[in-house]
């Protein structure tokens, strides 16, 4: 497999996590995202003609997209079948977590490319961020009920695909100077998927509580 990375993308970040988990081989491309912007350039186009990261390119498969990469990695690559079982409630369950994260969450990726690249100036990073904060809010709530019902993880009574997809941009808020300190579920939670064998870090997400 052939990964097109970007370092401080928290999207590219979700891939190599989930990589790191399942302990899989890869070749990682680095993308001159910022300031080359290679992404634009038509070599790169040509892979993925949306311009975005991460792609994953296996074989003759080429994948655009986070969250459908990470669903194809477990469903092909994870033999124990837990990151994604093949349970129908669960995988439903598992894709509305997965476009909640490739949605909603992605507010706090706007508000990050707003205050650390420049360029970014036309983002309105003040809606981005009431929009990230009604997303959290969202996925807090949501992680309570879970716990009422004492599971742990966002689809399952284990961590899946969802926990990943998830999991990178509130570990970032504070690079958009979001504040986390009020969402305990969220942050409980943060900890449990940290502490999980196969963990990696990545700028901006330490390995510690």
Not at 33 to 41: D, L, N, S
Not at 60 to 76: E, G, M, N, P, T
Not at 143 to 169: K, M, N, S, V
Request: aromatic share 10%; charged share 20%.
């Amino acid at each position: 497999m052939k990964l097109y990375d970007y370092e401080i993308s928290g999207s590219c970040y979700k891939v190599r996590l989930l990589l790191s988990m399942l302990n899989l081989p890869y070749e990682k491309v680095a993308v001159d995202f910022y300031p080359g912007k290679a992404h634009r350039q038509p070599d790169f186009l040509r892979i993925n003609p949306l311009g975005q990261i991460p792609v994953l390119v296996d074989g003759d498969l080429v994948l655009r997209d986070a969250q459908a990469i990470l669903l194809y990695i477990a469903a092909r690559y994870d033999a124990s079948s837990t990151w994604y079982p093949a349970d129908p409630a669960t995988q439903g369950r598992i894709a509305m977590w997965l476009a909640f994260a490739g949605g909603e969450l992605m507010q706090i990726s706007a508000v990050r490319l707003h205050d650390m690249l420049m360029g970014y100036e036309h983002i309105d990073a003040a809606a981005a961020r009431s929009g990230a904060h009604k997303a959290l809010a969202i996925l807090d709530q949501h992680l309570a009920e879970c716990e009422i019902r004492g599971q742990q993880w966002i689809a399952a009574a284990h961590p899946t695909i969802a926990d990943i997809a998830c999991f990178a941009y509130p570990a970032l808020c504070h690079d958009g100077g979001i504040d986390r300190s009020a969402y305990h579920n969220i942050n409980r939670w943060l900890r449990r998927v940290r502490a999980l064998p196969g963990f990696i870090v990545m700028p901006g997400v330490p390995a510690y509580a």
